[in-house]
């Protein structure tokens, strides 16, 4: 099935797109949408741990996507 996921920050600047389409099986989890940006993206394979969001909340890794769900990576954060 086609993701559309939705770059923010420098997840976007180094793909050179706000969004990019990766293709996943069926029953895929969000951490397998996330590897495929990295094999789409080459520079985002060190990130192995950004903020990922399905349809506009926070969701771990382990959760299912489906047909039609916004999903939305981001770098992780710091304050201070």
């Known amino acids: 099935m086609t993701i559309a996921v939705l770059l923010f920050a420098r997840y976007g600047e180094v793909a050179g797109a706000s969004a990019i389409e990766v293709e996943v099986p069926s029953g895929a989890t969000l951490a397998q949408v996330w590897e495929a940006v ?5 520079g985002l394979r060190g990130e192995n741990k950004p903020l990922l969001a399905r349809d506009r909340t926070y ?6 996507v489906g047909p039609g769900d916004e999903i939305a990576a981001f770098p992780p954060v710091s304050g201070g």
């Open 59 to 64: 969701a771990r890794p382990d959760q299912v």
């Open 38 to 42: 990295q094999v789409r993206v080459p």
